[in-house]
Each structure stands twice: as C-alpha cells, then as structure tokens.
C-alpha cells in the first residue's frame, strides 16, 4: 500500500511537503515517484527517485524548486515543494516501480499508486 499525505493550500511562493508511506512492498528496491493531476489535464511526472543508482529526475517544470527525498529506514518518500505556483494545484499521487534509471519518468513503469493528495496554490 502507499498512502500520500501533506496536500492543502498554500500561497503562491509558498512551500508543502508531501509524504508517502509505504507498506507491503520491499521499500529499497522500488523506484519512488511522483505525479500530479491537474482539472481537466493528464497525469504528469513530476519527479522519481531510481532506487539502484539513486539519481533523481524532475519535471523540468518543477526544477530548482522541488526535491525528492526518501528514508529507506522508514519506508518513506517525500516532496519537498517550494516556491508553489498556481499551476502546480493538482491532485499528487505517488508510485512505486520495480525499474530503475530513466524509465521511472514514464507513467507505465509504475505497478503500484497510492491515492491523491490535493495541492492547492493560490495567488
């Protein structure tokens, strides 16, 4: 299972954190990632955590203001998000992958996704 938390309003300039636990899956050799969904849009990557090189990928829309985090220890990943705009109001899911490596930035490398999140920005 994967269970997201940390969505709700912020200002525009603003920062959240998001969090995704996980259960029931061997947490350090899953790729981690993130998608947003926004009204009226499709699903978008935002970023992923490739679990067997540990390199990062980002949207390049979210570049230099979000990062991605996660605590092998505690099955956790996280998003850090800062300097929120409007745009980036959007329902957050998170996701696990048994692949690794550029791969994760594709929706279809995902088995396995936890509920949304929603992420409201205001200006």
């Known amino acids: 299972q994967l269970q997201a938390s940390g969505g709700g309003f912020a200002q525009a300039g603003g920062s959240l954190r998001l969090s995704c636990a996980v259960s029931g899956l061997t947490f350090r050799i899953y790729s981690m990632g993130w998608f947003r969904q926004a009204p009226g849009k499709e699903r978008e990557f935002v970023g992923g955590s490739s679990y067997r090189e540990r390199a990062r990928y980002y949207a390049d829309s979210v570049k230099g203001r979000f990062t991605i985090s996660r605590d092998n220890a505690n099955n956790t990943m996280y998003l850090d998000m800062s300097s929120l705009k409007p745009e980036d109001t959007a329902l957050y899911y998170c996701?696990?992958?048994?692949?690794?490596?550029?791969?994760?930035?594709?929706?279809?490398?995902?088995?396995?996704w936890g509920q949304g999140t929603l992420v409201t920005v205001s200006s």
């Open positions: 996701a696990a992958s048994p692949y690794y490596g550029s791969r994760i930035q594709r929706h279809g490398a995902y088995d396995y």
